[in-house]
């Protein structure tokens, strides 16, 4: 079964740089049949989609976040990162990271969720 | 950029069908899915492309696509179905969310 699990600090600073790493286990982060995803849901609100990245490492950002966001993947250890930087108090969120199934298929697997804080 | 808007509550009787609406610009021409979230539980995909239901999603749950709205019709809601649910679609190659809708049973 496949499972997916986020990990960083669970506290970040104003104007500082948040930084996520998603773990994926029981498969292989390498399938060319899936995207691997980052979502953010702010406390009390909807999702927003952060980005996503191939195994080959093409990426797919956000617009509205794009200037401020990096996605990188390591296929070696079977992960996948999530850079914000210059964070404010908006950006404080439950952050998943997900897989997409190719064909427009959604994201079927999701992490559990992590939720970072931005405060002084 | 493309917007996809829900309702923002939707109620239903235990045993009668809820429907609930996504529009967008010529969504119909696009791909919809379905996802459901209950409160502290990360979401749950229930319908993708337009109308298929992964391994393990209740036969109740059906989906469908035209015109600029999808729909996610829930036939015979439970109590257990109470949950915020959530379109998405793609424009190009970006991921677009729903604001979602609060499904309540009642």
């Known amino acids: 079964q496949l499972q997916l699990q986020e990990s960083g600090p669970g506290l970040v600073k104003p104007s500082e740089t948040l930084s996520l790493t998603c773990t994926v286990s029981g498969g292989s982060i390498s399938s060319s049949n899936h995207y691997w995803g980052w979502i953010r849901q702010p406390p009390g609100k909807g999702l927003e989609w952060i980005g996503s990245?191939?195994?080959?490492?093409?990426?797919y950002y956000n617009p509205s976040l794009k200037s401020r966001v990096i996605i990188s993947i390591d296929t070696s250890k079977n992960q996948f990162s999530l850079k914000l930087s210059s964070v404010t108090a908006a950006d404080t969120a439950v952050y998943y990271c997900a897989r997409n199934t190719n064909g427009y298929v959604g994201f079927d697997y999701w992490g559990q969720g992590t939720l970072v804080t931005v405060s002084s | 950029s493309y917007e996809l808007t829900q309702p923002p509550s939707v109620s239903v009787s235990p045993g009668q069908t809820a429907s609930i609406t996504c529009s967008g610009d010529?969504?119909?021409?696009?791909?919809a899915c379905w996802y459901q979230q209950k409160p502290g539980q990360s979401p749950v995909l229930v319908i993708y492309q337009n109308t298929k239901r992964p391994s393990g999603i209740p036969e109740r749950f059906s989906g469908s696509n035209s015109g600029n709205t999808a729909t996610l019709t829930i036939s015979g809601t439970q109590a257990m179905d109470e949950a915020d649910y959530y379109c998405?679609?793609?424009?190009?190659?970006?991921?677009?969310f729903g604001g979602g809708t609060k499904l309540t049973v009642l």
């Open positions: 990245i191939y195994y080959s490492g093409s990426t």
């Open positions: 998405q679609a793609w424009d190009s190659t970006t991921v677009v």
């Open positions: 010529k969504l119909g021409d696009k791909y």
